[in-house]
């Protein structure tokens, strides 16, 4: 039973966290006003409202906190014996991760229904109104975005080890989300740019910007795993140093580390500095898959080694029971993700950004 809820913990935190990065995304795109963005606001609205979905898929995590010794938070079985985790106590106990929980998601669904459905009403009545609403709401929507996910990470993931901690954790988790999802959403717009509107509205200066935040994003989060790294093995300190240690001591997990710096951060790195790679779909495309496909092989390394009893390195049954979670979970979001975005016009209808853009690529 145990194994069951770590397997769905993996598979679910690297669902949520694609998820998140797809609200992250969208409540900047409003905040900012961005023209780039408005090309792959349907697949940011389309992933953001898999909220509910994902409020629903994550209940064993919620019920695992109520199994004592059978859960996966270790938290659980050492609550009255380790002294950095009787102090936490107030905060690390299963009614206050259950009530949190559920605030967690009703904010998120609550600042992703309103910026929707005011996106949704400009479609139909085509109030500029609606635009300046979510202008301010998105701004403030960020903050409250970036404070509750913060605290959702230490919950789901990093009390996993109750004794670690570490303060780039969440955001290093809320770059790599938004990362995903940019990738994800570069990828659906480089397959449609054949047809249009996409083959229009997409090209020139857009399809550059796409590129441009790919990278930007990239950089980002080399910078916060570095930052993260540098901070702990300079300091040294042995409950904050055991993070990459546990991982470095199982040569299967150094070597997928390596696999991370070179595919995850140097290659899309180069590849995107260039030109030619954001001028060209099929090229920034190929960029764009291997991002995602990092992503999903870092999500293991980052989450996986929680589980490991340490000195014990990785077997295949445990990497192929974990990939089949995962992939069972991501059928259904992508079915779900899938008949949302078909469900919905391609391109928001009357955005004064979008006809600045098309006419600016038109002319």
């Known amino acids: 039973m145990q194994l069951f809820f770590q397997v769905w913990l993996y598979a679910w935190v690297t669902w949520m966290t694609l998820t998140l990065g797809c609200a992250g995304l969208l409540y900047l795109h409003h905040a900012v006003r961005g023209k780039w963005s408005l090309v792959i606001l349907r697949t940011l609205e389309a992933g953001t409202k898999q909220l509910p979905l994902m409020m629903l898929l994550g209940i064993p995590v919620v019920v695992s ?10 938290w659980l079985n050492t609550l009255k014996t380790h002294p950095q985790v009787v102090a936490k106590v107030a905060y690390l106990n299963p009614m206050g991760f259950t009530v949190r929980y559920f605030i967690y998601f009703a904010i998120w669904i609550f600042l992703a229904t309103r910026l929707t459905k005011s996106a949704a009403r400009q479609d139909k009545s085509f109030d500029v109104r609606e635009q300046t609403m979510r202008l301010t709401f998105g701004a403030w929507s960020m903050v409250i975005f970036m404070l509750s996910m913060t605290l959702a990470w230490v919950d789901w993931v990093m009390s996993l080890d109750p004794v670690w901690s570490s303060t780039m954790f969440p955001a290093w988790f809320m770059m790599g989300g938004c990362l995903m999802a940019l990738a994800l959403a570069a990828i659906i717009l480089t397959s449609r740019m054949k047809s249009e509107p996409f083959k229009t509205a997409a090209s020139g200066e ?18 916060f795993s570095l930052s993260q790294f ?10 904050e140093v055991k993070y990459y240690q546990s991982r470095f001591d199982i040569p299967a997990l150094n070597i997928m580390g390596g696999v991370l710096i070179a595919f995850q951060w140097l290659v899309p790195f180069l590849a995107l500095l260039a030109p030619r790679t954001k001028r060209q779909p099929e090229l920034l495309q190929k960029v764009a898959i291997l991002i995602l496909i990092m992503r999903f092989v870092d999500m293991f390394w980052t989450v996986v080694p929680f589980f490991m009893a340490k000195g014990k390195g990785i077997d295949t049954t445990t990497v192929l029971v974990n990939v089949a979670g995962m992939a069972a979970l991501g059928v259904v979001w992508l ?27 038109q002319s």
Request: proline content about 5%; glycine content about 4%.
């Open 65 to 74: 906190v109520w199994m004592g010794e059978g859960s996966v938070y270790s």
């Open 206 to 223: 857009v399809l550059k910007d796409i590129g441009n935040m790919l990278l930007t994003l990239t950089m980002v989060w080399a910078y």
């Open 230 to 239: 540098l901070i702990m093995w300079s300091a040294n300190i042995p409950t």
């Open 335 to 361: 079915w779900s993700f899938s008949s949302d975005l078909r469900n919905h016009s391609p391109l928001p209808k009357h955005d004064a950004r979008l006809e600045e853009a098309l006419s600016h690529v």
